[in-house]
Every structure is written in C-alpha cells, then in structure tokens.
Nanobody, 124 residues
Framework: QVQLVESGGGLVQAGDSLRLSCAASGLSFPTYAMAWFRQAPGKAREFVASITWSGGSTYYTDSVTGRFTTSTDNAKNTVYLQMNSLKPEDTAVYYC?????????????????WGQGTQVTVSS
C-alpha cells in the first residue's frame, strides 16, 4: 500500500522560510518521480516542483524558481521542499504526489498517488 505523508507546514511571515517533508512508503523506488502541488482556496491545484528519486532532474514552476528547492533523501524515502522568501501568494495546502511516468510531469492527472496535504499560510 502506497502512503505519502506530508509535514512541516505552518504559519509564517512574508520573507520567512519553511521546509516541507513527504515520507513515502510502498513505492517501488527508484521507479517513481515525485512532485509538489499546491491548492489555494477557490483555485485549482497547481504544480510547484518535481524531482526524480535519483535527484538528478528537477523542474519548477516559474513563480517559485529561485526561491524553492526540492530534494530527496533515498535512505529515508523522503522528499523535501525548501521554501525561502515566502510570499502571501504562496499560501495554500501543499500536496506531495508520486508518478511512474517519465519526464517532467506538471498535470494533476499524471500523478498516481497523493498525500493528505499540509497547510502553509504566509502573512504579510
């Protein structure tokens, strides 16, 4: 059974940093690539970043490039999202997702497994 469990969300001020974690189990490593999505109230879920389990390939949406970094710790089966210089518009529920499809996948439908999400709130 595949399980993805996010943690690390919280309430911070603009300019602060947070690190999200996604603990994965039940996946056939390193077949899967992982991604982070986010969903703000009243908006569609959107792609944030993706990474292959080898860590050799990462991809970011333009709005977070230069501020967010995703990484993996294969020994812990964990994926991280380091978020720096946070802005109020980064406020959302952040989800971890896994796919067995190759390539830089940014669509929700390309991902097979999802975590429950963790809330990130950035105050101005």
């Amino acid at each position: 059974q595949v399980q993805l469990v996010e943690s690390g969300g919280g309430l911070v001020q603009a300019g602060d940093s947070l690190r999200l974690s996604c603990a994965a189990s039940g996946l056939s490593f390193p077949t899967y690539a992982m991604a982070w999505f986010r969903q703000a109230p009243g908006k569609a879920r959107e792609f944030v970043a993706s990474i292959t389990w080898s860590g050799g390939s990462t991809y970011y949406t333009d709005s977070v490039t230069g501020r967010f970094t995703t990484s993996t710790d294969n020994a812990k089966n964990t994926v991280y999202l380091q978020m720096n210089s946070l802005k109020p518009e980064d406020t959302a529920v952040y989800y971890c997702a896994a796919t067995r499809r190759a390539g830089a996948r940014i669509r929700v439908i390309d991902y097979d497994y999802w975590g429950q999400g963790t809330q990130v709130t950035v105050s101005s």
